[in-house]
């Protein structure tokens, strides 16, 4: 369960978790979009690694710099750091995204948070992210 934040600037972790439905509805979403502009890289019927590599690169920009995916805003959830809530930052999103390209960690969930989304300390919850003023 998401913790409140403990400084007065972090926004609070008030909203519930994401549920399984919306999550995986945001990474179809996600996943059409990225099949689509690989289809300007390469051909995803002979190359297989241009639909995964747009999606990891698509995952860690969107959720690293605004905590969500195109697919995420769609479905209304976002990902932030469980700490305090605020984003996971470039590199907690590049673990991330490469643990969900690995589909297990992905799948192995507790707490209603998947092995990647404990690595990279984040979890993912219901709502759009606040808006800084």
Known sequence: MPQRA???SAPALV???ASLA???GGLLVDWVLCVFASALLADPRHNGWAAP???LLEN???IGL???TPGMRITRIRCVAQEDGGRIGLP???LRSVLLCLLVPALIMKDQRGLHDRAAGSVVLSGHPQRSR
């Open 66 to 68: 605004f905590a969500q």
């Open 15 to 17: 909203d519930p978790p």
């Open 53 to 55: 590599l747009v999606l």
């Open 22 to 24: 919306r999550r995986f």
């Open 6 to 8: 403990t400084s007065p």
């Open 60 to 62: 860690t920009v969107f």
């Open 92 to 94: 907690g999103a590049a």
